[in-house]
Each structure stands twice: as C-alpha cells, then as structure tokens.
C-alpha cells in the first residue's frame, strides 16, 4: 500500500511539473530522492499502478484495516487518484496534444502494465484507450507480447488497428503515446 501511495505522489507532482513551465518530474523526484528517509525506489512519474499485485495489496490493506475498526483515507484515495491518472489526466492530455496537431490519429505503443511480461490486468493502457473509444481518434496499438490479452480487456476491440511491430503502429500519426517501455 505504501509503494501505490509513493508512486501516486510521484503522478501528482508528473501533473503539476507538466503544467508548470520548465517543469521537470524526474528533477523533482531524483532531488526527493536523494532524501535518505524517501529513497527513489518507486518514485517516478509515470502513468499509473496496474497489474494484479499493486491494485489488489491496496484495497485488501484497507479492507483488513476496516475489519479491525480503522479508515484508510489515504488507501482509498491513492487508488481514487490512480483511477483518475488512468482514465482522466492521461486520456486528457492526449486529446489536448492531438488538438495542437490537429490529427485524430494516436499510436499507443505498450499494451502491459509493465515490461516483459504478457499482463494487462489493470494496464494503464487499456484504461486509457477504454477512455478514447469515443473520442473519433483512430488508435493504432502495438505490443511485442500481449496483444491478444489486450482485445480481452477492450470491449470495443474492433475500433482499433492493431499492428504487427512498432514501425507500422507509428505509420501516418503524428502522436505516438509510449505506455510500456519495452526496449524494442
């Protein structure tokens, strides 16, 4: 519960440095780091927490916590801020970029919560292209390992072209949105 907690502050000071001129998340989190009693271990911005260990360990905590008569104001609310990284701030900022381009085409490569693995429980991901079906974008995906888990969790898979490799995924977009970092 602590790492989601850490990593949702991390997301919060990602929003505020992107709309902050000059700001900087990774120069802000790497000067909190440096800081002995926070570390930097979890503390980047990024998207969101996902998969199927982080989201669960937090609402079980709160949950044990309920069961023993304590609130866990700060457990329900990281998981309240992550859900609004995933399906507001992100989906968000991308129509804003696509706006600018005047373009309806995004290339969302990184369908996994994180690297190597084949897992889209919880991917940010998914939630953010969940929140664009109904935008009138034209989504194009890639994911060297999950792309048939991916169309499982998008109810409305068929809207979107998923391709083979990362070059013909980038094909005619002018927005190209990295939700996993794989090394390819």
Request: hydrophobic letters at 35%.
């Amino acid at each position: 519960s602590y790492c989601t907690l850490k990593i949702t502050f991390a997301n919060i000071l990602a929003e505020i440095c992107e709309n902050m001129p000059g700001g900087n998340v990774d120069h802000v989190t790497n000067a909190l780091g440096d800081d002995s009693r926070i570390g930097r271990k979890y503390l980047k911005g990024g998207l969101s927490y996902g998969g199927p260990c982080f989201p669960r360990d937090n609402r079980a905590f709160a949950k044990t916590a309920e069961k023993f008569g304590c609130k866990t104001p700060l457990a329900v609310r990281t998981d309240q801020i992550n859900d609004y990284h995933r399906n507001e701030r992100i989906p968000n900022k991308l129509l804003q970029l696509l706006k600018e381009q005047k373009s309806t085409k995004l290339s969302i490569l990184g369908l996994t919560y994180k690297t190597d693995t084949q897992l889209v429980e919880e991917a940010a991901a998914i939630s953010i292209i969940n929140s664009l079906l109904d935008k009138n974008i034209e989504i194009t995906v890639y994911d060297p390992a999950a792309m048939e888990e991916a169309k499982k969790e998008i109810p409305e898979f068929e809207k979107i072209k998923f391709t083979d490799s990362a070059k013909k995924c980038l094909q005619g977009a002018k927005i190209c949105f990295i939700a996993t970092p794989w090394a390819e």
